[in-house]
């Protein structure tokens, strides 16, 4: 008996829908949740999936888990809702009402062994004095683009921030390899997989609606979080402290 759960979208979708798969799992624990997934990276070591297939990778899936077999299969996206284009209601409520399950209330959570944690928290500290304060300022826009209105901190916010901090914290800066390093702050130079596990050895984080709020709130670390576009109310948790721009985005 399997539940085939396939997910298109980036790490941050990833992360979420770790809380689906937690109540989809609850509701029905007879069967095996086999994640076909862009990011398996964030499915590693999840107690309750069976196996994990990137997408594009799935050799011998259909006689291995549908072809005459028990199985159900989810590939809804919540992001086609009206719920969601509405914003009425949260991601993982509306993931949840899409593959027919009570949202049990877990959150988002990642699994580590202590060897990946140990390796971490050397690469993270080695040669490290100060307090680590994380800052994720852009996630990116479309098409390549370095900048995303919608939803980053405009780069003149982030220098202001950095210079406030930088004495007292080793400030590591999460970014793609296009985007400008503010002067003061540090690569996170993690892999994937590693830079999700970044806030468990940070003080401070200051985070934007993108990867790295949703693995702070797997890890249960309260993060400031920064809004332009989106809505925490969707996208966020409660326990992070939200902060919104002092006006509305204007949509031409």
Excluded at 15 to 21: G, P, S, Y
Excluded at 142 to 156: K, L, M, T, V
Excluded at 219 to 229: M, N, P
Aim: aromatic content about 12%; some cysteine.
């Amino acid at each position: 008996m399997y539940s085939i759960f396939h997910i298109e979208g980036g790490i941050g979708k990833n992360i979420l829908a770790t809380a689906v798969v937690s109540s989809l799992k609850k509701s029905d624990p007879k069967r095996k949740i086999i994640i076909v997934s862009a990011w398996p990276a964030v499915w590693f070591n999840n107690p309750n999936v069976h196996q994990i297939y990137p997408i594009g990778q799935v050799a011998n899936f259909y006689k291995n888990f549908i072809k005459d077999k028990d199985c159900k299969i989810f590939r809804q996206d919540p992001y086609h809702t009206e719920d969601y284009i509405l914003n009425k209601k949260h991601l993982i409520d509306i993931w949840c009402d899409l593959v027919g399950c009570k949202n049990i209330g877990d959150g988002p959570k990642l699994y580590f062994s202590p060897l990946e944690l140990d390796t971490i928290r050397t690469k993270m500290l080695q040669g490290v004095t100060k307090p680590i304060f994380i800052l994720h300022t852009h996630g990116g826009g479309a098409n390549g683009r370095e900048y995303s209105w919608y939803r980053d901190i405009p780069i003149q916010n982030a220098v202001e921030i950095v210079n406030y901090f930088k004495n007292d914290y080793h400030i590591y800066q999460i970014g793609y390899k296009n985007q400008p390093l503010i002067q003061g702050c540090h690569k996170l130079t993690l892999d994937t997989r590693e830079i999700l596990a970044a806030p468990i050895f940070s003080q401070k984080r200051l985070l934007i609606d993108s990867f790295s709020q949703h693995s702070a709130a797997a890890f249960g670390k309260k993060s400031v979080v920064c809004w332009v576009g989106n809505k925490p109310k969707v996208l966020g948790y409660d326990s992070h402290e939200n902060i919104f721009p002092d006006v509305e985005p204007v949509f031409d």
